[in-house]
């Protein structure tokens, strides 16, 4: 078939790749004309996408990058997988709105439109269905299909990937279902039916509400462990060894990337314009407990500083990882780049090392080795992302002050003055 992905990053890169190797012929559209310019060269802006296996599709001629609409004209299938951030707390659902009447241009009688983009239940049917009717003049369930299938990636795992993670897969009606499921059927190992659009919809933001609201839990225990003097980290490893009844999360200094910082607010946000303002106390305080986080990485630097009669304007500080998660570059709301940004304004002298970050993506916050001179001149260092490729032992023996955010420097032979956060 022809299939069309509108949105060619972390989340539709892979999918679009995937299309291709499975014997589609695939339009990627994208509206950065540097991204399209990049792919089409055979550099690859995410990491679960090689170099090699772009230029492979490329030159197979089953790929192709585009930054032009009506190259997408004539497809059987079109994914649309664009960010969906907020604006002021509030769901901003711009990008598919904007993807949806590009689509809806170019939608023929019997295709499919499948949306992959995270969004509040409801969104498929009453957001996206009626742009692409507005826009083709053809009629969702009557003249073309339209399914949902919330993206489940996560960037730099090589166990659970777009093949291997079972793929939720809805439509408005029973026919979209069938054929939503049938195209992700040739693309991953496991898709897992569902009645309808706006539970699978729910179902992906519940997926991560879940893990920001037990993140949320861990941090505030590691606040009260601290000013008790008590060890959070052997509290919660002993309490893993449960087998049942206990999921381990860890504390750190945020949430970041697109799904844990935005997903709940937008569930919060549907339950208060469905239930007459009231939205989920819990979901919303959560959200305050993990944005609070950078600002408690910062206050705890200030005392340890204070302690010994020093104030923060002028200190040299190392930030250890910058992105979001370990083994990634990816900083979409990354924490890490939050403290960067307060330990600046508080007047410290910030350097950071990471070396799946760009230093054209950090701005002018300066990237340097993790040497041992880099941090022997550290007058404090910040573990925030712990990327495996970083040397703990020389951190632990090299730098004057390290606050371990990650718990990497525990129960490792030490010079420096460690504290977890």
Same mark, same amino acid.
């Given at each position: ?28 559209? @994208?509206? @950065? ?21 772009? $230029? ?86 009557? @003249? ?7 993206? %489940? ?23 979209? %279902? ?89 569930? $919060? ?8 303002? %009231? ?19 910062? @206050? ?7 302690? %010994? ?56 916050? $300066? ?55």
């Amino acid at each position: 078939m022809r299939v069309a992905v509108v949105g060619q990053g972390y989340v539709g890169l892979p999918l679009a790749l995937r299309a291709a190797q499975t014997g589609h012929r695939v339009v990627g559209l @994208d509206t @950065d004309t540097r991204r399209i310019e990049d792919l089409a060269s055979g550099r690859s802006p995410v990491e679960d996408v090689t170099a090699a296996q772009l $230029s492979q599709l490329l030159r197979q001629g089953v790929y192709r990058p585009t930054a032009y609409p009506q190259a997408v004209a004539g497809f059987d299938v079109a994914v649309i997988a664009v960010p969906t951030p907020l604006r002021e707390g509030i769901p901003d659902l711009s990008s598919v709105v904007a993807a949806g009447r590009t689509v809806g241009r170019h939608l023929r009688q019997g295709a499919l439109v499948v949306l992959e983009s995270t969004s509040y239940p409801g969104t498929t049917r009453t957001v996206l269905g009626p742009v692409l009717e507005e826009e083709s003049g053809l009629r969702m369930g009557r @003249d073309f299909a339209l399914g949902f299938s919330p993206e %489940r990636i996560d960037p730099g795992n090589r166990a659970w990937t777009l093949e291997t993670t079972p793929k939720l897969v809805s439509g408005i009606d029973e026919t979209s %279902r069938e054929r939503t499921a049938a195209f992700y059927a040739g693309l991953v190992d496991v898709v897992v039916p569902m009645s309808r659009c706006e539970e699978a919809e729910l179902a992906k933001l519940v997926e991560n509400t879940f893990r920001a609201v037990n993140i949320a839990l861990v941090n505030e225990l590691a606040e009260v462990a601290h000013d008790t003097g008590l060890d959070v980290r052997e509290a919660l490893d002993a309490a893993a060894t449960k087998p049942f009844g206990f999921m381990p999360f860890t504390p750190g200094p945020g949430v970041g990337g697109h799904c844990l910082p935005i997903d709940p607010v937008y569930l $919060s946000w549907w339950a208060a314009q469905a239930r007459g303002g %009231r939205g989920s106390q819990l979901i919303d305080l959560a959200g305050r407990i993990n944005t609070a986080r950078p600002a408690h990485v910062v @206050d705890r630097v200030h005392a340890h500083l204070a302690a %010994r009669g020093r104030t923060l304007p002028g200190t040299r500080v190392l930030l250890l990882g910058l992105s979001y998660k370990p083994g990634s570059g990816d900083l979409r709301e990354s924490p890490a780049m939050e403290v960067a940004r307060l330990l600046e304004a508080d007047g410290a002298l910030v350097r950071a090392a990471d070396p799946f970050v760009d230093a054209s993506a950090v701005g002018g916050l $300066s990237l340097v080795p993790t040497s041992e001179q880099e941090l022997a001149a550290a007058d404090v260092v910040v573990v925030l992302t712990d990327h495996d490729v970083f040397d703990y032992d020389l951190v632990a023996t090299c730098a004057a002050f390290v606050l371990d955010c990650r718990g990497r420097l525990a129960g490792r032979t030490a010079t420096a003055v460690v504290e977890q956060l």
